[in-house]
């Protein structure tokens, strides 16, 4: 119960995005909308892999510089951060070359040193940076609370290690200037700081000053009268008070009933005066009284209450809505017979009545929307980035993977998952993590830790490179910032790409990465692309037991093939071969280098080399698309021209997109559906045509091989952000996504040996095939020979066999190129040798 | 809470009706009525009639010049919230306009609060008394030249100022939930004054009071700041304000103590985040009596008033040993305590973000530096012959004026901090242990011998240039930090 109460100044879990990491925020304000719902104002904190990198390695600097424990440290510190001249200092003591090889030994946080290599991996997990940054988020996505403390120097990170939810902070992080700062003041030195002690008096010397000149007395306890006598005395003094009021015409006016003259007559101010009274009397109650009933009438004290009429009241409290408690312009406009001090002592007198009573009720609520704290339930929703495990949730939700296929479809046992952090191969959940195409897992208590603490528990692995990669994709901006003079370049591994401006890449990261978050929308992609095996993939589909068996994947082309079981494979195999453990090293670091178009490269080689500026050679040059020999037949005309030059599309929800917005609540905007075109001869093979036509009906998703389903062909791309979005609304891969390469060959125009990608405008129409009985029966008539032929070249018809053969043919050769599509670098699968 | 009959003192209390009228304006969370509730609560808990009673004066110019510097009084005493355009700059100069605004009566409620605290010093130089009580004061935040945090006059200062004619060494503690950055700086290179101050620490008003900010020159290791984090409650607080404030009065061995009761750190405090019930925070005010040296209670910070006054009115009846009753008495203000009209208040569900092991570790390095300390008790007095004068002393005193150190001087008390300590201190440890604090529940010595005993502070004092440290040399030396 306590634990989902969140109040203000609690340090939270934030998720605003499913697959990254949690965002720590501290609950500023708790505000009600006129919706219901509850927003919180929260300040940032940032982790360490939210900064730019030369402000970590400044925040390192600076850890350094605080650590107790290092000689280098102690040594800035004595004379940066305790003496008065700072920084010339620090300057100096950073130019002794020995400090600054010593600096250059630890660039870690303080206090690592005890630390074993992961627990100073994990440490850096824990550091956050604090910033004025504040924003606004809905509390329901709020994910458990946390602490956030300042880090002092007798702790050991250790600590901080051994308490989950616990975050230290040491800088304070500007997100809008980058900069870091250290959130601390100075107490400065110097005799403009500094007091002159006085000195301790001299003999003989005395205080010069008399106690008279300091102070007045006004009561002593060393007086002869009991607790009880001056009790009475109070008594009769309120007595005279009261006897007051009743002769006083004013007063009686105002206080009608004898009760409420006596009431007014015990208020504290007749108190006071009575112990003043006793005091000045020399504590004689008979003075005392003597002096309370003087000639000129029994003594009458009213403090501000009393003596203002109902109508300077009135005033008040109208002055005091117009104004609020600006009391000079109070006074100035509505009382000015007042003075501040009595407008002052009215005012918190006037708190103690009826009338402001209703008020503050008036105020509470108006104020009601915001809110000391919030019960927010614990979030039991399966994170979209949840894999469905293989046999155990087969009801519908049986994912279409290798590792994960049910027995039915008679493939062999599911391949263990292998977490890509702790390399458990057991857990009862797993998680999808990293790059889509990579396919990393994390188990169940590694994905956890990534939620909370925005990396994986062990570094160097699979590398914190890729979570880096993820990061970058997922965020634009970081990447500029690292590299603003550059062009921006895409961080996936064996990608590469260069874009001049941001917005391409981030474009280019959400289509052909499938990385563009819900936030961004997946674009209808229908880039075609083609894929020719290098040497590593060739060698790794050799060595990789995992992979050994190309008909299964060229047969299930959708199915993701696990990476890291091929990396183990292959680093197994290689041992002990120098070579090959090199090769297999190129190949898991990303073996596609970014070495720009060939004809760049042959231009810088030639500088390289001393020719002057050579021109790019015309046969390294791609051939313009105007000069690319025009198909007879345009299948797919170029639809019209928008004002701004932009070619006018209809939007195609793929398949995934229609799933993935039936389990959004949300209603999806209506969707237009297109006609879907038959390639192939389907049409003409009846039967499979027939139950490839229906489009509209959501497939069943656990037999999914056996139905029929919409003729869609996404692209590699498309079918990358299909499985994002499947895996991110938690739904299995729909069975009917494979890709399918036999649109136009003249859109094929890569060559050399990189994946190259035609925009998603110029390709042509997604297309799907599946195979009925009748398809497969008719392939089965073809011969070995015949279907490898036919998987070569996909659009060319097939010769000999009949309708049914030929709509056969034509469904495993989509299969088989599909399966080039499916497969992700770095380590290519295709199974045309 | 039964006080045992012994700790009856004597107790002076310094207010002024008017001071509840200074309004800070519109929406300043600081609100000089509090001061006036707890007068009221005082009178009608009957703690009123038990105390001496003092209206201050209001001090002049010439006593707030003592610390500050006089172009800054000046300021203060000429601007006015209709003349404010004419002082656009100096308003700058002195960080006077935002937290700290011109406000009507402004000079006056400085005047009101820094001449309660010298009179009450004043009063307790002269033995007058044993505990004095100026909630108006303690304004910790003040500079030497600059307003800060709501604080225009440093009244605490100015009162130690006046302790030290009479205390060789006075202790400073500070209970506000901020640091006493504005007294710590004040005194920050003297051993004459040792500060303590346990506040939020991180992300925090005023930023200073790190635990690696301990003096400097003379001073150092005589700043002793305890960094806290949000949600300190009552027992956290016992745990180590109890550790620490007995080192402190071990090994400083202070004559005088004042303490400032900033009630900000109570638990709902409108600007504040620790945890502190009433009883909690009085706790501190008890233990701080308990030693029985002369001693000074100041207000502070306070933002929630209602709970502020309950505060000072627990703390008063501490102070005078007098146990009240938890129902509250009526009074002009009797509604502000609803819904329960209680003098004691329950802590919030808050987390205490204080693990015991942080405070732990707090406290550990915080001994470490006070075993640094020279170490008094032992130490002989020691004649030394005229010609014995360093002159090397004569000039380090002039130099420690100048606001920056050359860099020979600084190295030296980089390297040597035992060599530089503060001559005076050793060289009056036979005296010292007659009147300063040596161990807990130790009656103070009667009036009269300590009377006497004035006359012998003046003497050493006369030679104090002359008692160089020769006999303490050896004996703190062990302590000299490794890095020195
Ligand atoms: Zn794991
Ligand atoms: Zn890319
Ligand atoms: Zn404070």
Redesign the pocket.
Same mark, same amino acid.
């Given at each position: 119960m306590a634990a989902n109460m969140y109040r203000v100044g609690d340090c939270v879990y934030f998720e605003t995005s499913s697959t990254s990491p949690y965002q720590i925020r501290r609950i500023e304000e708790l505000n009600k909308t006129a919706s219901g719902n509850v927003e919180a104002k929260v300040m940032c904190f940032y982790r360490r892999r939210d900064l730019p990198n030369p402000l970590i390695q400044l925040a390192d600097k600076h850890q350094l510089a605080q650590s107790e424990d290092s000689p280098v440290a102690m040594k800035l510190k004595k004379i940066c951060l305790k003496t008065p001249i700072g920084e010339e200092q620090a300057a100096q003591a950073v130019l002794d070359p020995a400090l600054v090889a010593m600096e250059e030994e630890s660039t870690e946080l303080p206090g690592t040193d005890g630390l074993a290599p992961k627990q100073r991996h994990q440490a850096k997990h824990r550091e956050l940076f604090l910033s004025r940054h504040v924003e606004t988020l809905p509390a329901t996505h709020i994910r458990g609370k946390c602490t956030v403390t300042l880090l002092n120097e007798t702790e050991s990170l250790l600590s901080y290690l051994n308490k989950d939810d616990a975050f230290f902070y040491c800088l304070v992080f500007d997100p809008s200037q980058k900069t870091l700062l250290a959130d601390k003041g100075e107490i400065r030195v110097g005799s403009r700081y500094q007091t002159e002690v006085t000195n301790l008096l001299k003999e003989g010397e005395e205080e010069p000053r008399n106690s008279e000149d300091l102070e007045t007395l006004v009561w002593t306890p060393e007086h002869g009268l009991t607790d009880r006598q001056i009790d009475q005395f109070l008594v009769v003094s309120r007595s005279v008070g009261t006897f007051a009021r009743a002769l006083d015409c004013s007063s009686s006016v105002k206080q009608p009933s004898l009760h409420m003259s006596a009431a007014a007559a015990s208020r504290d101010i007749t108190l006071f005066h009575a112990m003043d009274t006793l005091h000045k009397s020399g504590y004689s109650i008979e003075a005392a009284l003597s002096s309370l009933v003087p000639a000129s009438g029994p003594v009458l004290c009213r403090d501000e209450m009393e003596e203002w009429s109902a109508s300077e009241a009135n005033l008040f409290e109208e002055a005091l809505d117009k104004y609020g408690k600006d009391f000079a312009d109070i006074r100035q406009d509505f009382l000015p017979w007042k003075t501040l001090k009595n407008l002052v002592e009215y005012y918190y007198m006037w708190k103690t009545t009826d009338r402001y009573v209703q008020q503050k009720r008036v105020k509470a609520v108006e104020a009601e929307s915001k809110l000391k704290q919030v019960y927010i339930p614990n979030y039991n929703k399966p994170n979209p980035a949840l894999l469905a495990s293989g046999a155990g949730c087969a009801g519908g939700k049986a994912a279409v993977l290798n590792g994960g296929t049910n027995a039915t479809n008679g493939t062999p046992a599911p391949l263990p998952h292998l977490c890509a952090s702790c390399q458990v191969t057991n857990s009862n959940q797993w998680y999808a993590w990293g790059p889509q195409h990579l396919q990393y897992r994390l188990c169940g208590s590694c994905w956890q830790y990534w939620k909370k603490y925005g990396g994986l528990k062990t570094a160097g692995v699979f590398g914190e490179s890729e979570a880096e990669a993820v990061k970058g &994709?997922r965020d634009g901006d970081e990447t500029a910032l690292s590299a603003s003079h550059r062009p921006h370049r @895409?961080? /996936?591994l064996n @990608? &590469?790409?260069e874009f001049k401006l941001r917005a391409h890449l981030a474009r +280019? /990261?959400a289509t &052909? +990465?499938g990385a563009g978050e819900g936030a961004r929308p997946v674009m209808k992609t229908r880039a075609a692309f083609y894929l020719r095996a290098s040497p590593f993939t060739r060698l790794a589909r050799r060595l990789a037991r995992a992979l050994r068996r190309p008909r299964h994947y060229a047969r299930n082309p959708f199915a993701p093939i696990n990476l890291h079981q091929v990396k183990h494979d292959c680093t197994l195999a290689m041992a002990g071969a120098g070579a090959g453990a090199g090769a297999a090293g190129a190949g898991s670091a990303g073996a596609a280098r970014a070495r720009g178009p060939v004809g760049a490269v042959a231009a810088r080689l030639a500088a390289a080399h001393g020719s002057a500026a050579p021109r790019a050679q015309d046969w390294l040059a791609l051939t313009p698309r105007d000069r690319m020999p025009a198909p007879h037949h345009v299948a797919f005309p170029k639809p019209p021209k928008a004002p701004d030059g932009s070619l006018m599309y209809e939007r195609v929800a793929s398949r995934a997109e229609i799933e993935a917005r039936r389990n959004e609540p949300a209603p999806a905007p209506p969707l237009k559906r297109r006609a879907y075109d038959d390639f192939n001869g389907l049409d003409s093979a009846g039967a499979g045509a027939g139950a490839g036509r229906e489009a509209g009906a959501p497939p069943p998703a656990k037999r999914p091989n056996k139905h029929p389903a919409p003729m869609q062909r996404p692209s590699r791309e498309q079918y990358a952000a299909m499985c994002a979005r499947a895996q991110a609304t938690g739904q299995p891969l729909p069975a009917h996504v494979f890709t399918h390469v036999n649109g136009k060959p003249t859109n094929l125009t890569g060559r050399g040996g990189r994946r190259h990608v035609i925009s998603w405008m110029d390709a042509p129409d997604d297309l799907y095939f599946r195979a009925t009985d009748i398809a497969k029966a008719g392939r089965r008539t073809l011969s070995s020979g015949e279907l490898r032929r036919g998987a070569r070249a996909p659009w060319r018809p097939m010769r000999g066999a009949g309708g049914a053969a030929g709509g056969a043919a034509g469904g495993a050769l989509p299969a088989a190129a599909g399966k080039a599509a499916a497969g992700a670098p770095p380590l290519q699968l295709v199974i045309l040798d | 809470m039964a006080m045992q009959p012994h700790s009856k003192k004597r107790v002076c209390y310094y207010y002024d009706s008017d001071i509840g009228n200074y309004y800070y304006g519109q929406g300043h969370p600081m609100k000089p009525h509090r001061i006036r509730m707890t007068h009221n609560l005082l009178l009608n808990y009957g703690l009123y009639r038990k105390m001496e009673i003092y209206r201050p004066h209001k001090a002049t110019a010439d006593e707030m010049t003592k610390f500050h510097s006089d172009d800054y009084i000046r300021f203060l005493r000429s601007i006015r919230p209709d003349n404010m355009t004419e002082y656009n700059k100096q308003m700058q100069r002195f960080n006077v306009g935002e937290d700290c605004p011109v406000f009507d009566g402004l000079y006056e409620f400085c005047q009101l609060s820094a001449g309660g605290s010298v009179a009450a010093a004043v009063k307790l130089n002269k033995q007058a008394s044993e505990i004095c009580i100026n909630w108006g004061g303690g304004l910790h935040h003040a500079k030497k030249s600059e307003a800060s945090g709501f604080c225009y006059v440093n009244d605490i200062v100015l009162g130690i100022l006046e302790l030290l004619k009479y205390h060789q060494r006075v202790l400073y503690i500070d209970i506000d939930v901020h640091h006493g950055d504005g007294v710590e700086e004040a005194f920050y290179t003297t051993d004459r004054v040792m500060t303590v101050s346990f506040h939020k620490y991180g992300e925090y008003f005023p930023g200073t009071g790190d635990l690696r900010d301990i003096g400097a020159g003379k001073g150092k290791y005589y700043a002793v700041n305890i960094p806290l984090r949000d949600g300190m409650d009552d027992e956290s607080y016992e745990s180590i304000f109890v550790p620490i404030i007995s080192k402190v009065m071990e090994t400083f061995q202070p004559s005088a103590v004042v303490l400032q009761c900033g009630a900000d750190s109570l638990t709902g405090d409108r600007l504040g985040c620790f945890n502190l019930t009433v009883r909690g925070h009085g706790r501190c005010v008890e233990l701080v009596k308990r030693f029985g040296l002369p001693f000074l209670l100041v207000g502070g910070g306070g933002y929630t008033i209602r709970n502020v006054s309950r505060c000072w009115t627990y703390e008063t009846s501490v102070a005078l040993g007098v146990e009240i009753a938890n129902e509250l008495p009526y009074n002009d203000y009797f509604e502000y305590f609803g819904p329960d009209f209680k003098l004691h208040i329950s802590p919030s569900n808050m987390s205490n973000q204080n693990t015991p092991e942080y405070l732990e570790k707090i406290k550990n390095r915080l001994f470490e530096n006070l075993r640094m300390l020279p170490h008094a008790p032992g130490v002989q007095v020691q004649a030394i012959p005229e010609d014995a004068v360093n002159d090397e002393s004569e000039d380090e005193d002039k130099i420690d004026k100048d606001e920056r150190l050359p860099q020979s001087e600084k190295d030296k008390r980089i390297t040597g901090e035992g060599e530089l300590s503060d001559s005076e201190d050793e060289g009056e440890g036979a005296r010292r242990d007659n009147r300063s604090y040596r161990a807990p529940q130790r009656k103070r010595p009667r009036l009269d011998k300590d009377l006497a005993q004035h006359k012998d502070d003046a003497n050493s004092e006369d030679t104090k240039d002359d008692v160089k440290s020769v006999s303490n040399m050896e004996e703190p030396k062990k302590d000299v930090p490794p890095n020195a």
């Amino acid at each position: 119960m306590a634990a989902n109460m969140y109040r203000v100044g609690d340090c939270v879990y934030f998720e605003t995005s499913s697959t990254s990491p949690y965002q720590i925020r501290r609950i500023e304000e708790l505000n009600k909308t006129a919706s219901g719902n509850v927003e919180a104002k929260v300040m940032c904190f940032y982790r360490r892999r939210d900064l730019p990198n030369p402000l970590i390695q400044l925040a390192d600097k600076h850890q350094l510089a605080q650590s107790e424990d290092s000689p280098v440290a102690m040594k800035l510190k004595k004379i940066c951060l305790k003496t008065p001249i700072g920084e010339e200092q620090a300057a100096q003591a950073v130019l002794d070359p020995a400090l600054v090889a010593m600096e250059e030994e630890s660039t870690e946080l303080p206090g690592t040193d005890g630390l074993a290599p992961k627990q100073r991996h994990q440490a850096k997990h824990r550091e956050l940076f604090l910033s004025r940054h504040v924003e606004t988020l809905p509390a329901t996505h709020i994910r458990g609370k946390c602490t956030v403390t300042l880090l002092n120097e007798t702790e050991s990170l250790l600590s901080y290690l051994n308490k989950d939810d616990a975050f230290f902070y040491c800088l304070v992080f500007d997100p809008s200037q980058k900069t870091l700062l250290a959130d601390k003041g100075e107490i400065r030195v110097g005799s403009r700081y500094q007091t002159e002690v006085t000195n301790l008096l001299k003999e003989g010397e005395e205080e010069p000053r008399n106690s008279e000149d300091l102070e007045t007395l006004v009561w002593t306890p060393e007086h002869g009268l009991t607790d009880r006598q001056i009790d009475q005395f109070l008594v009769v003094s309120r007595s005279v008070g009261t006897f007051a009021r009743a002769l006083d015409c004013s007063s009686s006016v105002k206080q009608p009933s004898l009760h409420m003259s006596a009431a007014a007559a015990s208020r504290d101010i007749t108190l006071f005066h009575a112990m003043d009274t006793l005091h000045k009397s020399g504590y004689s109650i008979e003075a005392a009284l003597s002096s309370l009933v003087p000639a000129s009438g029994p003594v009458l004290c009213r403090d501000e209450m009393e003596e203002w009429s109902a109508s300077e009241a009135n005033l008040f409290e109208e002055a005091l809505d117009k104004y609020g408690k600006d009391f000079a312009d109070i006074r100035q406009d509505f009382l000015p017979w007042k003075t501040l001090k009595n407008l002052v002592e009215y005012y918190y007198m006037w708190k103690t009545t009826d009338r402001y009573v209703q008020q503050k009720r008036v105020k509470a609520v108006e104020a009601e929307s915001k809110l000391k704290q919030v019960y927010i339930p614990n979030y039991n929703k399966p994170n979209p980035a949840l894999l469905a495990s293989g046999a155990g949730c087969a009801g519908g939700k049986a994912a279409v993977l290798n590792g994960g296929t049910n027995a039915t479809n008679g493939t062999p046992a599911p391949l263990p998952h292998l977490c890509a952090s702790c390399q458990v191969t057991n857990s009862n959940q797993w998680y999808a993590w990293g790059p889509q195409h990579l396919q990393y897992r994390l188990c169940g208590s590694c994905w956890q830790y990534w939620k909370k603490y925005g990396g994986l528990k062990t570094a160097g692995v699979f590398g914190e490179s890729e979570a880096e990669a993820v990061k970058g &994709a997922r965020d634009g901006d970081e990447t500029a910032l690292s590299a603003s003079h550059r062009p921006h370049r @895409c961080t /996936v591994l064996n @990608c &590469a790409k260069e874009f001049k401006l941001r917005a391409h890449l981030a474009r +280019h /990261v959400a289509t &052909a +990465h499938g990385a563009g978050e819900g936030a961004r929308p997946v674009m209808k992609t229908r880039a075609a692309f083609y894929l020719r095996a290098s040497p590593f993939t060739r060698l790794a589909r050799r060595l990789a037991r995992a992979l050994r068996r190309p008909r299964h994947y060229a047969r299930n082309p959708f199915a993701p093939i696990n990476l890291h079981q091929v990396k183990h494979d292959c680093t197994l195999a290689m041992a002990g071969a120098g070579a090959g453990a090199g090769a297999a090293g190129a190949g898991s670091a990303g073996a596609a280098r970014a070495r720009g178009p060939v004809g760049a490269v042959a231009a810088r080689l030639a500088a390289a080399h001393g020719s002057a500026a050579p021109r790019a050679q015309d046969w390294l040059a791609l051939t313009p698309r105007d000069r690319m020999p025009a198909p007879h037949h345009v299948a797919f005309p170029k639809p019209p021209k928008a004002p701004d030059g932009s070619l006018m599309y209809e939007r195609v929800a793929s398949r995934a997109e229609i799933e993935a917005r039936r389990n959004e609540p949300a209603p999806a905007p209506p969707l237009k559906r297109r006609a879907y075109d038959d390639f192939n001869g389907l049409d003409s093979a009846g039967a499979g045509a027939g139950a490839g036509r229906e489009a509209g009906a959501p497939p069943p998703a656990k037999r999914p091989n056996k139905h029929p389903a919409p003729m869609q062909r996404p692209s590699r791309e498309q079918y990358a952000a299909m499985c994002a979005r499947a895996q991110a609304t938690g739904q299995p891969l729909p069975a009917h996504v494979f890709t399918h390469v036999n649109g136009k060959p003249t859109n094929l125009t890569g060559r050399g040996g990189r994946r190259h990608v035609i925009s998603w405008m110029d390709a042509p129409d997604d297309l799907y095939f599946r195979a009925t009985d009748i398809a497969k029966a008719g392939r089965r008539t073809l011969s070995s020979g015949e279907l490898r032929r036919g998987a070569r070249a996909p659009w060319r018809p097939m010769r000999g066999a009949g309708g049914a053969a030929g709509g056969a043919a034509g469904g495993a050769l989509p299969a088989a190129a599909g399966k080039a599509a499916a497969g992700a670098p770095p380590l290519q699968l295709v199974i045309l040798d | 809470m039964a006080m045992q009959p012994h700790s009856k003192k004597r107790v002076c209390y310094y207010y002024d009706s008017d001071i509840g009228n200074y309004y800070y304006g519109q929406g300043h969370p600081m609100k000089p009525h509090r001061i006036r509730m707890t007068h009221n609560l005082l009178l009608n808990y009957g703690l009123y009639r038990k105390m001496e009673i003092y209206r201050p004066h209001k001090a002049t110019a010439d006593e707030m010049t003592k610390f500050h510097s006089d172009d800054y009084i000046r300021f203060l005493r000429s601007i006015r919230p209709d003349n404010m355009t004419e002082y656009n700059k100096q308003m700058q100069r002195f960080n006077v306009g935002e937290d700290c605004p011109v406000f009507d009566g402004l000079y006056e409620f400085c005047q009101l609060s820094a001449g309660g605290s010298v009179a009450a010093a004043v009063k307790l130089n002269k033995q007058a008394s044993e505990i004095c009580i100026n909630w108006g004061g303690g304004l910790h935040h003040a500079k030497k030249s600059e307003a800060s945090g709501f604080c225009y006059v440093n009244d605490i200062v100015l009162g130690i100022l006046e302790l030290l004619k009479y205390h060789q060494r006075v202790l400073y503690i500070d209970i506000d939930v901020h640091h006493g950055d504005g007294v710590e700086e004040a005194f920050y290179t003297t051993d004459r004054v040792m500060t303590v101050s346990f506040h939020k620490y991180g992300e925090y008003f005023p930023g200073t009071g790190d635990l690696r900010d301990i003096g400097a020159g003379k001073g150092k290791y005589y700043a002793v700041n305890i960094p806290l984090r949000d949600g300190m409650d009552d027992e956290s607080y016992e745990s180590i304000f109890v550790p620490i404030i007995s080192k402190v009065m071990e090994t400083f061995q202070p004559s005088a103590v004042v303490l400032q009761c900033g009630a900000d750190s109570l638990t709902g405090d409108r600007l504040g985040c620790f945890n502190l019930t009433v009883r909690g925070h009085g706790r501190c005010v008890e233990l701080v009596k308990r030693f029985g040296l002369p001693f000074l209670l100041v207000g502070g910070g306070g933002y929630t008033i209602r709970n502020v006054s309950r505060c000072w009115t627990y703390e008063t009846s501490v102070a005078l040993g007098v146990e009240i009753a938890n129902e509250l008495p009526y009074n002009d203000y009797f509604e502000y305590f609803g819904p329960d009209f209680k003098l004691h208040i329950s802590p919030s569900n808050m987390s205490n973000q204080n693990t015991p092991e942080y405070l732990e570790k707090i406290k550990n390095r915080l001994f470490e530096n006070l075993r640094m300390l020279p170490h008094a008790p032992g130490v002989q007095v020691q004649a030394i012959p005229e010609d014995a004068v360093n002159d090397e002393s004569e000039d380090e005193d002039k130099i420690d004026k100048d606001e920056r150190l050359p860099q020979s001087e600084k190295d030296k008390r980089i390297t040597g901090e035992g060599e530089l300590s503060d001559s005076e201190d050793e060289g009056e440890g036979a005296r010292r242990d007659n009147r300063s604090y040596r161990a807990p529940q130790r009656k103070r010595p009667r009036l009269d011998k300590d009377l006497a005993q004035h006359k012998d502070d003046a003497n050493s004092e006369d030679t104090k240039d002359d008692v160089k440290s020769v006999s303490n040399m050896e004996e703190p030396k062990k302590d000299v930090p490794p890095n020195a």
